[in-house]
């Protein structure tokens, strides 16, 4: 009786493309509320790799975007996309730092730290926040050596360079959080909206089809 969003998947029948789902039940205001129906609002994901690749992190700099579970779902290597979770990643790699950062990442908090890139191998620093509604989790990486150059030549500002370091990469963060957010939030809206029995409401752009099934 509340909206959920699935797991991203590979939607063999529907364009050969990974999907996310936000479904809601369909009510019935007359019988107590009985559910008959449910309505489903299904996005493509395929834009999130070139939307996180086109962040101006540099050339060793990256996004990328993990599900609930760990699963990525944008990664600027490929292979990684519904084939590996952050752990079993930082199980091949025997990275014990990436484990607990994937940990921290599924349980929908916001950090930074160390970590080896996976695309260049690089010392480096991530730093994440939350996606809501699908809790999901954005990831930036940028190498150590582009936070901390000038730490090591001007020990004197030191503190004040690394906090800007960070906050520039937390800004970062936010700014892309932001993006993936407001579609998610829209299909929300208009997915409770068809639920509540009003058919006629208006819809938000290209990135989803509307599906109604009657209850069995």
Avoid: K
């Avoid at 009510?27 to 493509?44: E, F, K, M, Y």
């Avoid at 959080?177 to 639920?195: F, G, Y």
């Amino acid at each position: 009786r509340q909206g959920v969003w699935t797991e991203p998947y590979f939607d063999e029948g529907g364009g050969g493309v990974i999907m996310a789902t936000f479904s809601v039940p369909l009510l019935d205001q007359d019988q107590a509320g009985a559910v008959r129906g449910v309505v489903t609002s299904d996005l493509s994901l395929s834009w999130l790799t070139t939307e996180l690749s086109s962040l101006p992190l540099g050339v060793s700099g990256y996004a990328f975007l993990i599900s609930a579970n760990g699963t990525f779902i944008a990664h600027p290597n490929r292979r990684f996309i519904m084939n590996e979770t952050v752990f079993s990643v930082a199980e091949e790699r025997h990275d014990p730092a990436l484990r607990e950062l994937g940990r921290r990442m599924t349980r929908g908090a916001s950090g930074f730290g160390p970590h080896r890139s996976l695309v260049t191998g690089e010392s480096s620093w991530l730093a994440f926040v939350p996606v809501t509604p699908a809790w999901w989790s954005l990831a930036v990486v940028l190498p150590d050596e582009v936070i901390s150059s000038r730490l090591r030549r001007l020990s004197a500002l030191q503190l004040g360079l690394g906090a800007a370091g960070l906050l520039l990469l937390t800004c970062l963060v936010v700014v892309a959080a932001s993006a993936i957010t407001r579609p998610l939030r829209q299909l929300e809206r208009a997915t409770t909206v068809l639920a509540s029995g009003d058919l006629g409401g208006s819809l938000p752009t290209l990135w989803y089809e509307v599906a109604l099934g009657a209850a069995t």
